[in-house]
C-alpha cells in the first residue's frame, strides 16, 4: 500500500470512527465536523465519504432524511439556483411541459431562468414555491405540498419526487468568488435556508460571531442573499440557533430560534448529542420544512414595503409560535 493510500486509509477510519459517534454528546473540534454532521444527518454521507468511496473504499451510509448531496460546482450564483437539480426536477416530473417550450425553438432554458429570476425579485421565493412558475404557454410547479394522510397516492408521490438537498461551502458571490457560505439548504434547486456554523469548543458562538459574519462579511447584494429569495438565514453552534428572514448589514435583526430552558433562553441539555442537533434531526426533516413553507410563512408586499413574517414549530417540543415583521 503507497503512502497516498495509507493516509487515505487512516482518513477513512476516522470518518466511520467520528461518523458513529455523532449521536453522542461530544465536543466537535472544528466547524467543519459540525459541517459533517449535519450533511450526514440530511444525506447519510458527506463529501469526505464520497471520496473515499470513489477510491475504493466501502463507508457506509447512515440514518438520514434522504436530501440528496450538493456539490458547490451545481451552483449558479447569478440565480441563486442549484441548476443541476432544478432542471433535474422538471425533467423527471413535468417533462411535457418542458416540451412545450422546446417546441418554439430559441434558447429556452435562458428564457426559464430569466422569467423566474424576473418574479423571483418581484414576488419572492415563498409565491414561487407555492403558486408555481409560467414561462409562455408552459406552467411549472417549484414544490409539490406535503400530503395528508388521506391524499392519494398520486399526491403522496408528487411529493416524494420533491428534491430535497444540502450544499457545503457554497460560492454565492458574482464580485468575490472565494467567498463562501458553510451551508445551504435546496428543494428542488431553490434555496430555502443558508447556515453559518460556529463552534463554541473553538471559541466562535452563534450569538456573537455567526451573527456578525452574517451583518459584516457577507453581501446582501448578492441574489442568494436579497430578501425574499431565500427564506431564513440562520448562525447555528453546537448550543444555540438564531434566525433572520432579512440581511440588512449591520442593521439585521436576529430572533432566538431556540427551545427555551428553565424558563429562560437558550436550549435544554441533550442526552444524546448536542443541545442545538433538533434542527438538522427535526427542523430540516422533508415534512417539517414542508409544513413550515405550507402553512407558517408568509411574505406580504405593497409598494411601500415588504413584511415578511415568518413562524417556525419546533417538533413536539413546543406549540409556541413566534412571528417575525421585518420591513
Not at 89 to 112: A, C, N, S
Not at 212 to 226: A, M
Not at 289 to 318: K, P
Amino acid at each position: 500500500m503507497g503512502e497516498r493510500q495509507q493516509i487515505l486509509k487512516a482518513v477513512i477510519d476516522d470518518l466511520n470512527s467520528a461518523f458513529f459517534r455523532l449521536s453522542q454528546p461530544r465536543k466537535f473540534s472544528s466547524e467543519k465536523e459540525l459541517e459533517i454532521a449535519i450533511e450526514k444527518q440530511l444525506t447519510g454521507t458527506c463529501l469526505e465519504a464520497q471520496q473515499a468511496i470513489a477510491e475504493g473504499y466501502e463507508v457506509p451510509f447512515t440514518q438520514n432524511h434522504a436530501y440528496q448531496l450538493g456539490l458547490p460546482q451545481d451552483f449558479n450564483a447569478r440565480y441563486a439556483l442549484d441548476t443541476k437539480r432544478f432542471w433535474a426536477f422538471l425533467e423527471q416530473t413535468q417533462h411535457e411541459e418542458l416540451e412545450k417550450l422546446q417546441k418554439h425553438g430559441g434558447d429556452w432554458p435562458l428564457k426559464v431562468l430569466e422569467r423566474f429570476d424576473k418574479l423571483i425579485k418581484k414576488y419572492g421565493l415563498l409565491h414561487l414555491l407555492k403558486k408555481g412558475l409560467s414561462v409562455d404557454d408552459a406552467s411549472f410547479h417549484l414544490m409539490y405540498p406535503a400530503p395528508l394522510a388521506s391524499s392519494s397516492d398520486k399526491v403522496k408521490q408528487n411529493f416524494a419526487d420533491n428534491i430535497f438537498s444540502s450544499t457545503r461551502q457554497v460560492r454565492y458571490s458574482l464580485s468575490n468568488t472565494l467567498e463562501e457560505i458553510d451551508l445551504v439548504l435546496f428543494i428542488n434547486g431553490l434555496p430555502f435556508a443558508t447556515l453559518e456554523l460556529k463552534n463554541p469548543w473553538t471559541g466562535q458562538t452563534a450569538r456573537y460571531h455567526g451573527q456578525k459574519q452574517y451583518r459584516e462579511d457577507r453581501d446582501i447584494n448578492q441574489p442568494l442573499l436579497q430578501f425574499g429569495r431565500c427564506l431564513v438565514h440562520m448562525a447555528v453552534d453546537t448550543d444555540e440557533i438564531y434566525m433572520t428572514t432579512k440581511l440588512a448589514g449591520p442593521h439585521t435583526f436576529f430572533l432566538p430560534f431556540n427551545k427555551g430552558h428553565n424558563y429562560g433562553c437558550g436550549n435544554p441539555p441533550n442526552p444524546n448529542g448536542h443541545k442545538s442537533a433538533y434542527l438538522w434531526q427535526e427542523v430540516f426533516s422533508k415534512d417539517s420544512v414542508a409544513n413550515i413553507i405550507q402553512h407558517f410563512v408568509r411574505l406580504d408586499g405593497s409598494s411601500n414595503t415588504v413584511n415578511l413574517f415568518s413562524s417556525a414549530l419546533h417538533e413536539q417540543a413546543t406549540t409556541q409560535e413566534f412571528l417575525v415583521i421585518l420591513r
